[in-house]
């Protein structure tokens, strides 16, 4: 204690000075509290006081990150454990508006949940900070910690609604699997800093200590860095929790947990390609080879084996797999000083994910089940909602005019512009297997419109729907079609 008592004032100085860039941090945390004293003493009043004051939270956080994003001002804080920038920014505007979409789908559907919802938006702000953190982030600790907040509000979203034994089955793989990626996780980064003595990943350093390490034993502790990263983005081979969770958790979870996590942990992994591909040493060919590979195998199974797939959401969650691929091909050509294709695309997967999920949500409850069969002549009778929720299905394929054509269209371009500077067989090789699991992936979605739309009805029960997640999910619907048209509306915003 003696040995740091000269340097208390001069922490507790960088702690005040970092504050200000921590605003939208701080008040997802005040809300957090503000929605556990609610759900205490105020819900059994007013039901619905918990999902205001987390409304309330999250916008106000918003226009704390308008205000960063407008002053365009790069600031470090917190010992250099915290960088905003324009990317971060950016990246957690576009994660609270999704976090708010969540919220309002889950305040619609309170009561097919039966159980109180101010816990469960007290656990969503605490992966939103956690989420937020990770796209600030540029050390490995304040990564770790981030990743595991993101991870066990998760397991606790996964297993609240619990009721059955398949959900109950699909909460403990969840779990099981993600403590595991988690302790491999760490003993990579354990590594990395034994070898560097830095836990900043883009200080001088660090890159210094990576390259003066035996190279077998940086493969590893990579190797090990992607576990974790590859569980919370379920690329191959860390995909295997996606489908029994996708499809036992309830649809609303579900959909937080194949759209919201994914946009923070592409900027993190961008951003550790952005401070490592740059450099012309052996671990820099090594990652770029590893990601190849990874989203080129990501992208066959996730598409193969959707293809087999009979009910919604696990097709979905395959579906969700494949695109990861994408992602990864859109990280590894598209660094920080071209990020706003990466955030555009990023933009139009979570409206993409939350329209689908909405409108298979808005099925399941009249239906009772989630199977495509039970879609048969259905488009007949809701000519609006299978037409939409077909021109999502066509988004995600990538066809035009939907803004999912648009941002395809972008990355593959880009990857064939490396492919002609460079050379690079891995290159080609990713390029047409994006191309070909595009096709491929049109003959399970279209499963959907052809069942709701070419197939006779067979008796299926009269269908009501929540007005409210209808209208959303045709607003994303809507949108999806104009900037697929006008795409400069929002990547000249980023």
């Not at 770790?144 to 959900?167: D, L, N, P």
């Not at 294709?341 to 298979?360: D, E, K, P, R, T």
């Not at 070419?454 to 619907?477: E, H, Q, W, Y």
């Amino acid at each position: 204690m003696l040995a740091f008592s000269p340097y208390i004032s001069s922490f507790i100085d960088q702690i005040i000075v970092s504050i200000p860039y921590f605003k939208p941090e701080l008040t997802l945390i005040v809300t957090f509290i503000g929605t556990i004293l609610a759900s205490l003493f105020i819900d059994k009043h007013w039901k619905h006081t918990s999902f205001v004051i987390t409304l309330i939270g999250l916008l106000l956080s918003g226009c704390y990150l308008v205000g960063q994003g407008l002053s365009k001002v790069e600031m470090a804080g917190f010992f250099d454990m915290i960088q905003v920038d324009a990317f971060a920014t950016s990246a957690r505007l576009i994660i609270l508006l999704s976090t708010m979409l969540i919220c309002v789908f889950i305040q619609q559907r309170r009561q097919a949940h039966g159980r109180p919802l101010g816990d469960l938006y007290s656990v969503l702000l605490t992966a939103t900070l956690g989420l937020n953190l990770l796209t600030m982030s540029s050390n490995w600790l304040m990564i770790f910690i981030a990743v595991e907040t993101v991870s066990i509000s998760s397991y606790i979203m996964v297993g609240y609604f619990s009721s059955t034994k398949v959900q109950s089955e699909a909460a403990l793989k969840y779990v099981l699997f993600g403590s595991i990626c988690a302790a491999v996780m760490l003993y990579g980064l354990s590594l990395l800093y034994g070898f560097t003595g830095n836990l900043n990943f883009d200080a001088p350093s660090h890159i210094a200590g990576l390259m003066e390490a035996p190279q077998i034993m940086i493969s590893i502790a990579l190797l090990f860095l992607l576990t974790g990263i590859g569980f919370k983005l379920s690329f191959f081979p860390f995909h295997v929790w996606s489908p029994d969770v996708y499809q036992g958790a309830p649809t609303v979870i579900t959909t937080y947990l194949a759209t919201v996590p994914k946009i923070a942990v592409v900027v993190l992994l961008s951003k550790i390609l952005s401070a490592w591909l740059n450099v012309s040493f052996y671990f820099s060919d090594f990652l770029t080879y590893v990601i190849i590979a990874i989203a080129i195998a990501t992208m066959l199974i996730g598409n193969l084996a959707a293809l087999r797939q009979q009910d919604a959401k696990r097709m979905m969650a395959y579906s969700s797999i494949g695109h990861t691929g994408i992602l990864l091909m859109a990280v590894l050509v598209y660094q920080n000083n071209e990020s706003n294709v990466l955030l555009f695309y990023l933009s139009i997967y979570a409206l993409m994910n939350i329209a689908v999920f909405i409108f298979i949500d808005a099925l399941e409850a009249s239906l009772g089940n989630t199977s495509i069969e039970s879609y048969r002549g259905l488009g007949k009778q809701h000519p609006l909602l299978f037409t939409s929720f077909s021109i999502v299905l066509i988004a995600l394929v990538g066809l035009p005019p939907t803004a999912g054509f648009v941002g395809k269209l972008l990355v593959f371009s880009k990857v064939f512009e490396q492919y002609q500077n460079f050379q690079s067989f891995g290159l080609l090789a990713l390029l047409l297997v994006g191309a070909l699991t595009s096709v491929i992936s049109l003959f399970y979605y279209f499963k959907i419109p052809l069942n709701a739309f070419l197939r006779d009805n067979t008796g299926s029960p009269a269908v009501k729907f929540n007005m409210i997640l209808l209208c959303i999910g045709i607003l994303c619907t809507v949108a999806m079609l104009i900037l697929g048209i006008f795409p400069d509306l929002l990547l000249s915003a980023f």
